[in-house]
DNA sequence: CATCGGGGTTCCCTGAAGGAACTTAAGCTG
DNA sequence: CAGCTTAAGTTCCTTCAGGGAACCCCGATG
């Protein structure tokens, strides 16, 4: 946890950081998005120390990004992406697309994506929701919304 | 900075949280975006400690998402987006789009982005960079790249 | 009944974030 | 031209979060 809590500010960036801008929380999320649901097969692929993994479990499971449940008759759990997860998996995706474009360097991306739609290795592209047309930094004006104060 | 870096990680989502994966530094960028562009400015917008943007200002710096130049003949700078930086400003409307879905609440969004290209407000969607169909958490495989190790 | 293995919890140490005071280098002001 | 002002840091101290290793719990298994 950050020592400032940025939740209560009128951003939904810094909101969202909130959620999972704590150092580990988005690469747990990565993680558990490709198939590492289990608490120890965490621990090993990131080498997080266990007490900074269950706290950031913790939170994840409590903000609803993650879903814990049973799989055993032992207490033994795993970790799910819950919708509202799974929606966040947009952002690992324009991370990584990021990552692969300006820091891969000479050896290039070291995973690739293949959309089944068209079946081609790509990355994601920003478009506006409502016209379908490209939207980055520069195509938008900012105005105050309802939620502003 | 956290304790572990993530730059040395073969995963371009851990690169890129070593370029602003530590507190502050993505609601410095949104500032600077908006045009808050000096040191006191981001100072007293975001409520940081002066030594922590320091370190931060520096860390963009260096990473090449800001740039540092003098605006005037007293020693006085002003940060910009490079265009490394601009680039990384799909991540915070991204990261806008989800906060605005799942965070906002009764109140709504706290801004609004009003897209040039149909004048309607209106939030970014991931398309695929290749065929331009949606492209989300579950409409891709993942299969190793050359940078893998 | 001893062992195992998953999923944590506890403890201590170090280092990063917060906060306030101090510094520096022009310009401006009377 | 001494003193004030302002932007942009720097220094110092305190507190709390992250790292690491050891330990614990609990049902299943031999």
Known sequence: MQRTQFGEMACSIARTLDVIGEPWSPLILRDVWVGLNRFDQLQADLGISRKVLTERLGHLVEQ???????YDNRPRYEYRLTAKGTELVDLLMVMTAWGDRWLAGEAGPPVL??????????????????CGEPMHAGDVDLMPGPGAR
Chains 1, 2 share one sequence.
């Open 64 to 70: 609803g990004v993650l879903d814990r449940h049973p």
């Open 113 to 130: 994506y293949r959309h089944h739609a068209c079946g081609e290795i790509s990355g994601v592209d920003l478009r506006c929701a409502h």
